[in-house]
């Protein structure tokens, strides 16, 4: 089953990443199903899938499977993509063309998600983890934060959210880095952090904006420790 399902991954990432230029994807988007690039995505997958499953035809109604629904999932796509929707389309695409492949390996070679295994005290404490270390900890952070607000640090020139989002991922490097017990990789994207935000902090005309992002800072790094500390812990007593 793993070495099916692996097959079938590396034929997707070669048909529709590394073999894809932009410019097809650009034409089909324009022409839709009259794309000349159409035809050629679909049978870059089709080589790519008998050239990984070594030619053995007795995958064939597989292929067929991949490939129709291949078709029809790009271009269900492309006739509902607007510059509003492209980004969420792009993820539903992709997560389409893995459970069809998911489905196709179950038809080779049946397996069961028992419901005991995905509803498990270390998933469900995972899950725990990880939407505190993302999104509870920036609720938190939100709340404590807005006592203060500056001029210098809510700028138009900035991207939208993008203080949230930097956040959010920094936490989940510093959780990812306890989970695994790299305790010196923190210092490291801490002092990372700190190159970056020299430019800031050299431009304020006075101390607050500096004593602003060190809160911020220090506030996300340890909403994340915590949050690692405790996962860790807690996933000890759990296999205990």
Request: aromatic share 12%; charged share 15%; hydrophobic share 50%.
């Amino acid at each position: 089953m793993i070495s099916l399902t692996l097959k079938l991954l590396l034929a997707h990432l070669i048909g529709d990443f590394l073999i894809q230029p932009d410019h097809w994807i650009k034409d089909k988007e324009e022409k839709k199903h009259k794309s000349k690039y159409m035809l050629a995505h679909l049978l870059i997958h089709a080589l790519a899938t008998l050239l990984l499953l070594q030619f053995n035809l007795s995958y064939w109604k597989g292929l067929l499977i991949i490939i129709v629904s291949h078709f029809i999932i790009d271009l269900i796509k492309i006739n509902l993509q607007n510059p509003s929707n492209k980004r969420l389309l792009f993820f539903v695409d992709q997560l389409a063309h893995l459970l069809v492949i998911a489905w196709v390996v179950y038809l080779y070679e049946p397996y069961s998600l028992a419901a005991t295994n995905v509803m498990s005290n270390q998933v469900l404490l995972t899950v725990i983890a990880l939407l505190t270390t993302t999104v509870v900890s920036s609720i938190l952070m939100k709340v404590i934060i807005t006592k203060w607000e500056l001029e210098e640090d809510i700028n138009s020139a900035s991207l939208e959210h993008a203080g949230k989002y930097i956040g959010i991922l920094e936490r989940l490097f510093v959780f990812g880095f306890i989970a695994l017990g790299q305790w010196q990789a923190i210092g490291f994207l801490l002092a990372a952090k700190s190159v970056f935000r020299f430019g800031d902090l050299s431009k304020a005309k006075d101390r607050k904006l500096t004593e602003y992002i060190l809160i911020g800072t220090l506030l996300s790094f340890g909403l994340a420790i915590l949050c690692g500390l405790g996962y860790n812990y807690f996933s000890e007593v759990i296999s205990n």
